[in-house]
């Protein structure tokens, strides 16, 4: 029983820690991304998260101010191995309905979830 209770212990110390690389990963992908574009008008960065119970997805997209998906990578995995991958089928696409719509057909899984969240929100009028 001893040993159960610190094996649970040590599994949760060792989430804790790799938590905190993944965390610092992220952190930096972005800064590189921000520091790219920082003295260029016209561009937005968003980021969008889709998860389930034991998974998640991690979606960050640079756009123009036409709305055109200049540079997209997703974020998935469960150890902290996992690296963000460029987003090809969304490089260049226009944000539109049309583009919406096309996502919405595709095979349900988190990383249609993640980009249709985006595009939703993204088609939300600013008010």
């Known amino acids: 029983m001893q040993g159960i209770v610190v094996l649970g212990t040590l599994i949760v110390v060792l989430q804790g820690i790799f938590s905190l690389f993944q ?9 590189q991304l921000v520091q790219r574009y920082k003295n260029k008008s016209g561009y937005q960065l968003n980021t969008e ?3 389930n119970w ?17 540079e997209a990578y997703t974020y ?18 226009q944000t539109s309905q049309e583009l919406l719509k096309e996502w919405q057909v595709k095979k349900s899984c ?5 980009i249709l969240s985006f595009l939703d929100k993204k088609m939300k009028p600013i008010t």
């Open 110 to 114: 988190l990383h249609q979830k993640v």
């Open 49 to 51: 998260v889709a998860k």
């Open 76 to 93: 998935s995995g469960l150890t902290i191995f996992s690296r963000f991958t460029s987003c090809e089928a969304l490089v260049g696409e």
């Open 23 to 31: 965390i610092r990963y992220y952190q930096r992908f972005v800064k």
């Open 54 to 70: 034991y998974s998640s997805v991690v979606l960050v997209v640079v756009t123009n101010t036409q709305g055109r998906i200049i």
